[in-house]
Nanobody, 120 residues
């Protein structure tokens, strides 16, 4: 199983970006999918998570600005980021809790990270 993240880049304050993360390989089922971020000198923090039933959670600092969604048919999770602020600058990592085979236990997989820089 692999997770491939994309969509990062440089954007001015107030701008928008959309991150994507696609899971590929042998996949029986996917439970939660989410996004974390890590800014320089800081610990990795959970940004948002979405469960199979569409239940979502967000860290307080992004509520009202970020929207997480998923396409179950494509095994893909998205993070729409609006009204970006310099403090959103970080490397963003996606993850997914995946069962590769029916008999497997659920394992957490991580994407490679994509840089988001918010600067004028």
């Amino acid at each position: 199983v692999q997770l491939q993240a994309s969509g990062g880049g440089l954007v001015q304050p107030g701008g928008s970006l959309r991150l994507s993360c696609a899971a590929s390989g042998t996949i029986f089922s996917i439970n939660a999918m989410g996004w974390y971020r890590q800014a320089p000198g800081k610990q990795r923090e959970l940004v948002s998570v979405i469960y199979g039933g569409r239940i979502t959670n967000y860290v307080d600092s992004v509520k009202g600005r970020f929207t997480i969604s998923r396409d179950n048919a494509a095994n893909t999770v998205y993070l729409q980021m609006n009204s970006l602020k310099p403090e959103d600058t970080a490397v963003y990592y996606c993850n997914a809790d995946i069962k590769a085979y029916r008999s497997d236990s659920i394992r957490r997989y991580w994407g490679q990270g994509t840089q988001v820089t918010v600067s004028s």
